[in-house]
């Protein structure tokens, strides 16, 4: 019987239950009233409290600083750092879309200028730098249903600590799990009907880790870079077809809008319920044949690409013959 190390139960505990505390406390105080109300494009229909992810945040740094405080790069720490800090700053008082990305841009740039630059060349630092701007704006964009953002993180870095275990680097595994353990404490008040919002405080910050700890993945070998692709791509292929569409109507990309799949899916009357528990079963679909996937040759490994990509260009091409059917759009 394989031992597990007691850092693999405590950190993500100690995670658990910062996030779970903070979250009811705020809950007590009624989020200090920032709230989320409702509008034409929303799918909620009552005021509900936005800033649940900065308790998220909280639990999950608050892990790393006391249990694993020299594990990660300082460019990480300072993306986190701001974008925590300028995301809640638009939660309570709104900011400009181009501030924000200003901000997004800074701290990615600082991420994969710091790891990638001076190994890998300039040009792949900013083709990364590109890509983790976009992950961690997709991870907002999906987040606008009841317990999938929150789903998506639980079930996404489970993943990632899970295949970092297996290649044998257990503190990386450990900073993951403590991450899904935060989201699985903020699923508890999140899961429809939900109490709490995750606000862009959270879904800002945990694109940008799902991103930034994708990368590091790769360049410690732990896996190839096709994996994070696989393990996010329920959110990867929902956010990028829709923003292609958008962008092929000459609309503006950065409003809000109600589009998405998801989104559609529950206004067609599956609701958010449903909508979360099919959106957790892709997604641990994906991110299981992800983690098995790595273990077998490049052959096998293209075969669940290519599947994936097909299964997801069918679903959505149903998903738009239904939705044109039902409301003429």
Known sequence: ????????????????????????????????KVLDYPNSRSLHIKPVPRIGGVSLMLGVL????????TELPLSVWMGVSLLVAISLADDVFGLSV???????????????????????????????TVAVVWVTNLYNFMDGS??????????????YGLTAWLAGNETFAVLNLCIAAAA?????????????????????PLGFLAAAFGVMGWIDGLWPLWLP??????????????????CLHGEKIWQAHREHHYQRLVQSGFGHRNTALFGYMLMLAAGASAVWAVGQDA??????????????????????CYWKRRCGD
């Open 1 to 32: 019987m394989v031992a597990i190390p007691s850092q693999f139960v405590i950190a993500p505990m100690f995670s658990f239950a910062v996030t779970f505390a903070l979250i009811w406390l705020l809950m007590r105080v009624n989020a200090l």
């Open 146 to 159: 009841d317990g999938l953002a929150g789903g998506m993180t639980l079930i996404g870095f489970s993943c």
């Open 229 to 246: 692709l696989l393990v996010f791509s329920p959110f990867i292929a929902d956010a990028t077809a829709t923003l292609a569409k958008r």
């Open 184 to 204: 699985a404490a903020f699923l508890l008040f999140n899961f429809h009907p939900a109490r709490i919002f995750m606000g862009d405080a959270g879904s800002i």
């Open 62 to 69: 608050a892990s790393w600083v006391a249990l694993l405080p």
């Open 98 to 128: 181009w501030w924000r990305l200003l901000m997004h841009g800074s701290a990615a740039a600082c991420f994969s200028t710091a790891l990638l630059a001076g190994t890998h060349g300039w040009m792949i630092a900013a083709v990364t």
């Open 299 to 320: 052959a096998i490994q293209l075969e669940i690409g290519i599947a994936w990509g097909g299964a997801y260009l069918m679903m959505m091409v149903i998903s738009d």
